[in-house]
């Protein structure tokens, strides 16, 4: 459903209804100025029944009360229906889009389709139905009355209608494309205040309050004069639209007036003429904001499809071939980031088995490529066709989710959720019992620190887990990814923010939990693979060593080189090594 009309239709019975609970407001309020006309012609011709007019108006209103409350449910019920079902699409689909996606988007940019966009595109359906609706019935019906009454005097109301239609089709351009200059000017602010309020903690670092404040206020009043390019057009609509009203009343008034005067009309008739005269004011004035509301609303609704239009890279096949194994197989895999054509490959011809059930430390300076070959297994970033099987299948054949179901994976930087540190240990297994999330914990080596909280498991960790320690946050992330049991885990650098004594403690329990499942694990202090069944070391995307600790210490390489200086540097620093 690209277009507004396709979302309506979806709520076709509410919006049906809506309208006919429209059509019985206008219809009660068109009825009130012939009674008011009735009522004056009797007074002015000596005869009662002024009572039951009253009494007939006030019956009017009740119906008009009881319907405006139907068409408000009913129609600003559907728009906010439609509203939470495009938002749930939009939030679906980015859970479906790739990795590299997010490297090209800005979160300020997807933040304002799913708020201010879904908004235009919620208000669109609502009220600028409505503002439709409205003149579409109550125009005609009040001009066919008004010509029942006098069609000279009728003739002269609609004069400007003509003219109107011109500018509205003229104004709805201009502002279809300057709504949608103003939401992108809106991405860039909301961009700003994220990206600013993320790294508060860097701006106070570096005293750079007025520095950011003046950034943000360049990137706000370039907002603000957007937005004033946008009110200067739609400013000029609606006086232009009560200037021709108002043209319009003066002359009905002087035509009219002369006309009661020499008895060609009652003044009954002329006050009924008047009133609907006046009535036609609001439909007027509405078709100006229904052009206002309705063109906001398209050009949101052509913002949110354009990114709805974007497809996934990585997908499951069609077919998916069955899991039958943990092992670990990597053919001549070579790979670069799309966003890095040109440069250097950041993997290249590696070739790796894995045998189930084994340990794999993965090390090596900054830059080799330790990462980027973790992230091929789950498929983060795809690999060529045939590059990396697990269980003899390449990955790429298996189904994704149960693919990753079956990885734990801890990244290099963990993400905690804003919630409690029960909740971000069970994020991948909700339904796990507390002594599972504590025995998970314990194994991570993090119980001991969460029970001496004041919350203990309950304490909710703020954003990011801003409440913990960088060592905190790594190990609530391995206590997450092994309370899912997975047969594969990938650990990428999870004990960096540890200090050794407690690292050893830690890898003494997770020596014990890798038996028997595949388990690779990347590091910088070799003391964390040093017990690993193989050791592979990587340099500018390319496998260089292999073999266990001893092995590599006497080939005298990159290997022996690093266990060397992490040895110097011990001894500096008193630690046992």
Known sequence: MDRLSGWLWRYRGRVFLGFLSLLVVDGAGLLVPLVIRSAINRLAKGEGGVLT??????????????????????????????????????????????????????????????????DAVSRACGFGVLTIADPIFMIPVAIGIMLSIDPRLTLYAIIPLPILTLFMLGFGKVIHHRFEVVQEAFSGLMEKVREYVAGIRVVKSFVQEEGTQRDFAATNSEFIDKNMALVRVWGMFEPLIELLGGATMAIVLWAGGIRV????????????????????????????????????????LERINRLLEATPEIVSPVHPRPLKGARIEINGLSFTYPSES?????????????????????????????????????????PPPGSVRIGGEDVRDLDLAKLRGMIGFVPQDPFLFSATISENIAFGNPSASREQIE?????????????????????????????????????????????????????????????????????????????????IVIAHRLSAVMHADRIVVLDKGRIVERGTHAQLLAEGGIYRRIWELQQAEKEVNGEPA
């Not at 060609?264 to 009133?275: E, H, M, P, R, W």
């Not at 650098?493 to 388990?519: C, H, K, Q, W, Y």
């Open 53 to 118: 007019s009253g009494l007939y108006i006030v019956a009017l209103a009740a119906i008009v009360m009881l319907f405006r409350f139907l068409w408000r449910f009913f129609l600003i019920g559907s728009a906010r229906q439609i509203e939470r079902d495009l938002r749930s699409k939009l939030y679906g689909h980015l859970l479906r889009l790739s990795a590299s996606f997010y490297n090209e988007h800005k979160t300020g940019d997807l933040m304002a389709h799913a708020t201010n966009d879904i």
């Open 261 to 300: 005067i020499r008895g060609s009309i009652s003044l009954g008739d002329f006050v009924a003429f008047s009133q609907y005269l006046m009535m036609l004011t609001w439909p007027m004035i509405s078709l100006g904001w229904a052009v206002n509301i309705i063109q906001r609303g398209r050009a949101s």
């Open 342 to 382: 040109g440069r250097a490959a950041a993997l290249s011809n590696v070739n790796l088995d894995i045998e189930e059930g084994t340990t794999l430390g993965l090390v090596g300076l900054t830059g080799a490529g330790k990462s980027t070959l973790v992230r091929m297994i789950p498929r983060i970033f795809d």
């Open 439 to 519: 025995e998970a914990a314990r194994q991570a080596g993090i119980h001991d620190e969460i029970v001496a909280f004041q919350k203990g498991y309950d304490t909710r960790v703020g954003e990011r887990g801003i409440a913990l320690s960088g060592g905190q946050k790594q190990r609530v992330a391995i206590a997450r990814a092994l309370l899912i049991d997975a047969r594969i885990l990938i650990f990428d650098d999870p004990l960096s923010a540890v200090d050794a004594e407690r690292e050893e403690f830690i890898l003494r329990n997770l020596r014990e939990f890798f038996r028997g499942r595949t388990s």
